[in-house]
């Protein structure tokens, strides 16, 4: 099946630093990227829609200038968590949506952990 | 507005048997099902994708349904291995989203 790597797998900051986290499609062009969180013990909340070349389409209650999401090149999706504080601390999967063969399968990465102390 | 819902929150079975996972949805719109395995830590394996068309899928031990009308997905699983052991969580695509259960936590046994 199609690959989706994230990077890094973990990272721990300081409270006010921005992160950075990485989402690619390793052998498939991906329009469409998903960015989740998930708190211990609960289910994935969308955050975002990220489409190649356009902004990305938050979910009602994400603050787009928290977490910014770029999308530069159908094989890499960014989200930058800004000013990063402790109640962010939470684990980031993001997806990807194959493009070529409309399948609607989504394929996710492995997932991010932060925690900001 | 989409909800999904899945039943039980947590099982523990032991080696050998088979077992259902209960996935309902609210909304009948819903346009694929998709289920996913979740190991602690980790992000999600998608193991099984019920297209719009399609009633069932099948991969090894597992076998998905799908009922629109009813707006209940099942996933089976024959034989139960400790490896087995995850979290599942089944999702509703609808309206270009894709929403998730609360999943089922499996344990399986030796």
């Known amino acids: 099946g199609a690959v989706v790597s994230q990077h890094p797998s973990w990272v721990i900051c300081k409270s006010g630093t921005s992160v950075k986290i990485e989402c690619r499609s390793l052998d498939f062009q991906a329009t469409t990227m998903f960015w989740y969180r998930q708190f211990p013990k609960q289910s994935l909340m969308l955050m975002a829609t990220?489409?190649?070349?356009?902004?990305?389409?938050?979910e009602q209650g994400v603050e787009k200038d928290k977490f910014l999401i770029n999308h530069a090149s159908l094989t890499l999706s960014t989200l930058t968590v800004t000013s990063a504080h402790p109640e962010d601390s939470s684990f980031y999967i993001c997806s990807a949506l194959e493009g070529h063969t409309n399948t609607g399968e989504l394929f996710f990465g492995e997932g991010s952990r932060l925690t900001v102390l | 507005k989409q909800e999904v819902t899945q039943i039980p929150a947590a099982l523990s079975v032991p080696e050998g048997e088979n077992l259902v996972l209960n996935c309902s949805f609210t909304?009948?719109?819903?346009?694929?099902l998709q289920w996913f395995r979740q190991d602690p830590g980790k992000g999600l394996t998608s193991l099984l994708l019920?297209?719009?068309?399609?009633r069932e899928q099948t991969s090894g031990r597992l076998n998905a349904s799908l009922d629109k009308s009813s707006g209940r997905s099942t996933l089976y699983i024959a034989a139960s291995q400790p490896g087995d052991s995850a979290t599942y969580l089944c999702a509703g695509e609808g309206g270009g989203k894709l929403i998730f259960g609360q999943g089922t936590e499996l344990s399986v046994k030796p």
């Open positions: 990220s489409n190649e070349g356009s902004k990305a389409t938050y």
């Open positions: 909304d009948s719109a819903i346009y694929n």
């Open positions: 019920i297209q719009s068309s399609q």
